[in-house]
C-alpha cells in the first residue's frame, strides 16, 4: 500500500505535467494548422497591415485578392488572456506596422514578421465556427476549393 503523503506529494507534479501535456497538444494542434494554410498559400511579403483593433487586440488588413481596392480585416486578441500575445503587445506599442501574409483573407490566413517568424494563424469566426453559415458570395470556386484544402469553411456555389 502506497502511504497518504506519498500521494500528496506527487499529486502536484501529476497535475501539472498533465497542464504541460495539454499545452503540447494544443500548440501541436495550433502548428498543423499553420502548416495546413501554408502548403496552399504562398508568403506575400508586405502583405497585411497590422494596426490595433477594437478591445486592445492587433488587426491585419490584407487585400482582397479578387476585388483590387477593397481590403478585409482579420483580427487577434481583445480577450482576456491575450494581452501578453506577441502580436497584441506589438501592435499596441507600434514596433511592426507591416506583416508578412499566406493566406485568403476572406477565410484563414497566417501571419508573420519579416523573416517569416512569430507565426500566428487568423481566421474570420464563420470560417471555423460550425454555429454560423459559411462565406460563398463574391468568392470563385477556385478560391473556394483552396480555402477549403487550407482547413476553412466555405459555402456552397
Sequence with gaps: MTPVWLLVLWLPVLCIGLWYTLLAVSGAAT?????????????????????TGKGGGARFTV?????????????????????RHFWVRTARSGR?????FAGD???????A????GNL??????????????PRSRGVSAEARARA??????????
Excluded at 36 to 50: F, H, M, S, T
Excluded at 96 to 100: H, L, N, R
Excluded at 148 to 157: E, T
Design 96 to 100: 511592426c506596422t507591416v506583416a508578412w
Design 31 to 51: 502548428l498543423l494548422g499553420v502548416r495546413r494554410v501554408l502548403r496552399v498559400y504562398p508568403w506575400q511579403a508586405d502583405g497585411a497591415e497590422v494596426s
Design 63 to 83: 487585400a482582397d485578392p479578387e476585388r483590387p481596392g477593397t481590403a478585409v480585416r482579420l483580427s487577434h486578441g481583445g480577450v482576456i488572456g491575450t494581452g
Design 148 to 157: 477549403r484544402a487550407a482547413g476553412a469553411r466555405v459555402g456552397g456555389a
Design 120 to 133: 500566428l494563424r487568423v481566421a474570420q469566426r464563420e470560417a471555423l465556427d460550425a454555429q454560423m453559415s
Design 113 to 116: 514578421t519579416p523573416g517569416p
Design 105 to 111: 483573407p476572406r477565410y484563414v490566413g497566417v501571419v
